[in-house]
């Protein structure tokens, strides 16, 4: 499986924009990019993917690279609630098969 | 709609011990998998069900782990004899269906603390 690098940790304030980035950069041209993200004591929950375009919904934007060797997750106005684990993911095989790293740990300062 | 449910939310066993966790996915979806997350990391695939079959096991200590999925609906995993290095969050989630991208829900796990 392809792999992803991401920061071990980032800080926000609250109602601010945050980026979290994340490298990818042997992706192959049929790899999903994947946001998952896990809140304190509970499962992951589905973020956002993509394949090249980038993408909005209402939890987030992803904006990937042209080369796609690497995205951005982009939390529009951060809360309280958006502090947690985000593992960015890379998923190309039929199975459907999620290899998560470690994620990075977002913090929100109020 | 209700979410993955999965039983216990907790449990505290000896070392050697058995023990058995319960995971009932959202109604309608075909495909299960378990996973284990040690603290600080990330989870880890242990295996993979489509309806009642096994679609990717490769990362299942089969020593001492075991998983069905009776009917293709609930399914249990075991682990017998536990080791410490066992202690660990036992997530279960389901998808819709395999090889196309279904968004993974995920359960709340359970926690297991080897002593």
């Known amino acids: 499986d392809a792999k992803t690098t991401q920061p071990n940790s980032m800080e926000s304030n609250e109602e601010e924009p945050v980026h979290l980035p994340c490298n990818h950069s042997t992706i192959s041209g049929t790899d999903y990019i994947h946001w998952y993200r896990q809140l304190p004591s509970q499962g992951p929950e589905y973020v956002i993917h993509g394949l090249t375009s980038n993408v909005n919904n209402r939890m987030a934007s992803l904006a990937i690279a042209e080369d796609r060797k690497s995205s951005t997750l982009i939390l529009h106005r951060a809360t309280l609630r958006d502090a947690a684990v985000y593992y960015c993911i890379l998923e190309g095989g039929a199975n459907s098969k999620l290899t998560f790293g470690k994620g990075i740990t977002l913090s929100v300062r109020p | 709609e209700a979410g993955v449910a999965q039983s216990p939310r907790y449990k505290i066993i000896e070392k050697r011990q058995s023990v058995a966790f319960w995971c009932n996915p959202i109604?309608?979806?075909?495909?299960l998998y378990w996973y284990q997350q040690i603290l600080g990391q990330g989870p880890k695939l242990l295996i993979q069900?489509?309806?009642?079959?096994?679609?990717?096991d490769s990362q299942l200590p089969k020593d001492r782990f075991s998983a069905e999925r009776l009917k293709g609906v609930d399914s249990t995993l075991k682990i017998q004899p536990a080791k410490l290095e066992d202690s660990a969050v036992y997530l279960c989630?389901?998808?819709?269906?395999?090889?196309?991208?279904?968004?993974?829900?995920f359960g709340p796990g359970t926690r297991l603390t080897v002593l």
């Open positions: 109604s309608g979806h075909a495909t």
């Open positions: 989630a389901s998808t819709k269906s395999w090889g196309s991208f279904n968004e993974q829900f």
């Open positions: 069900f489509q309806n009642n079959g096994v679609v990717d």
